[in-house]
């Protein structure tokens, strides 16, 4: 056990190397493109790894990257202390659940910051609009538009016109948000912004006709969602009702579980039905995500 909790510790170290490897060659200048620099990329912190800023990001989640390097070293520490308590199967088998659930508690907060940067973004692009109609330009009326809005959104739009203020225009910066965070939607935006600039026309009208698509978009979500509530309910039950019976059962007579652990063709029928659970779990999870 004690070589087994070194070579996780060696392992550990290895990756951390790795990953400060990849973050510099990622800051190197000769390896950046116009089509892929990041302003914003280069004020980050050189001891953070680039693959937990894209995986953060990718989740649509303002969450410092040390929360999540904090989390992974405290899951690793705990898998250790496992192996030298249980056996290494069933230690393993808890971190890989530790790291799901991780996975799954990270995505559900970044679909909901996302679910709530949507809900703000109509609101948000009329006031632009009543800004335009005014006669400001278009950067001015985003900027001064961002008084009145918070939340997602805000995080978004200031990290938006940061980048405009590093140098690059305002619709490549709505389209490094639209990569970084997944949104189809403020990909839509940079578009029509880059149209304008290129040829011209009203913007107004454009971002009138994005409010009414977000906002037929936002009903048509809010329908499927009540018609499959059922089916998402279903999956609730199917997803908690075997953990559930496992609890139940071994309130009433744990000696049977503990005694089909200790059985060898028992203990791998236990750890065969907790792969399963997790990967049921995973796959209703996916199937329900999708809809």
């Not at 070579?7 to 950046?32: D, I």
């Not at 009414?212 to 979500?221: F, N, S, T």
């Not at 997803?239 to 089909?260: D, G, R, V």
Request: aromatic letters at 6%; glycine letters at 6%.
């Amino acid at each position: 056990m004690i070589l087994i909790g070194a070579s996780l510790l060696m392992c550990m170290a290895g990756l951390v190397l790795v990953l400060a490897g990849k973050q510099e060659s990622a800051t190197a200048p000769a390896a950046e493109t116009e089509d892929t620099f990041d302003p914003l990329a280069s004020r980050r912190s050189r001891w953070t790894p680039e693959i937990i800023v894209k995986y953060l990001n990718g989740l649509g989640l303002n969450l410092a990257p040390a929360i999540v390097i904090a989390a992974l070293v405290i899951e690793s520490v705990l898998f250790v202390i496992l192996a030298f308590a249980v056996e290494l199967s069933l230690a393993f088998l808890a971190y890989v659940a530790m790291l799901l659930t991780t996975h799954l508690t990270l995505q559900a907060l970044g679909t909901r910051q996302k679910r709530m940067l949507l809900l703000a973004l109509p609101s948000f692009l009329n006031q632009v609009s009543r800004r335009l109609s005014s006669g400001v330009s278009v950067e001015h009326a985003f900027t001064d538009s961002m008084e009145n809005i918070e939340g997602p959104l805000e995080l978004a739009m200031r990290r938006i016109m940061q980048r405009v203020g590093l140098g690059l225009e305002l619709h490549q910066a709505f389209e490094r948000e639209a990569r970084a965070n997944g949104l189809k939607e403020l990909l839509i935006i940079s578009t029509a912004l880059h149209i304008n600039e290129q040829f011209g026309g009203s913007i107004r009208a454009v971002l009138d006709d994005i409010v009414h698509i977000l906002r037929l978009d936002d009903q048509g979500k809010r329908e499927l969602s009540a018609q499959t509530g059922e089916t998402r309910i279903t999956a609730l039950v199917l997803s908690i009702l075997p953990i559930a019976m496992i609890a139940l059962l071994f309130s009433m007579n744990p000696e049977f579980l503990l005694q089909m652990w200790r059985d060898s063709f028992g203990k791998q029928l236990l750890v065969a039905a907790f792969a399963m659970q997790v990967l049921g779990v995973f796959s209703l999870w996916r199937l329900v995500r999708s809809i």
